[in-house]
């Protein structure tokens, strides 16, 4: 099983920015998908984002489009989640995930995930 760690949160004021690493040593992300979600307090996980590694292919849920970019980290086989523009609502704790074979639009089905982070806690001040 491969062991995900996922750093970089921590108490950030409205329209701010924090980047969230993902990372996995000694493994190679080159061909997998790596998705980020979150869990806010009370509520259920949700999909944030997803990028695939093999063809560089990103998506984006709504809520966070055109705030936030994922993308292959300097540090090798991690991935980064640049956040900017930070909202109270970002306020979650965000898990990394890994999978094999999934694409598309199938990125944000957490089904599809078979290794996770420990998840960090990103709370943004209003």
């Known amino acids: 099983d491969v062991q995900l760690q996922a750093s970089g949160g921590g108490l950030v004021q409205a329209g701010g920015s924090l980047r969230l690493s993902c990372a996995a040593p000694g493994f190679s992300f080159d061909d997998y998908t790596i998705a980020w979600f979150r869990q806010a307090p009370g509520k259920e996980r949700a999909w944030v984002s997803c990028?695939?590694?093999?063809?560089?292919?990103?998506k984006y849920a709504d809520s966070v489009r055109g705030r936030f970019t994922i993308s292959s980290g300097n540090a090798k086989n991690t991935v980064d989640l640049h956040m900017n523009s930070l909202e109270h609502e970002d306020t979650a704790v965000y898990y990394c995930?890994?999978?094999?074979?999934?694409?598309?639009?199938?990125?944000?089905?957490?089904?599809?995930?078979?290794?996770w982070g420990q998840g960090t806690l990103v709370t943004v001040s209003s």
């Open positions: 995930a890994l999978s094999y074979g999934v694409s598309g639009s199938f990125c944000r089905e957490e089904t599809y995930f078979t290794s």
């Open positions: 990028i695939s590694l093999s063809d560089g292919n990103t």
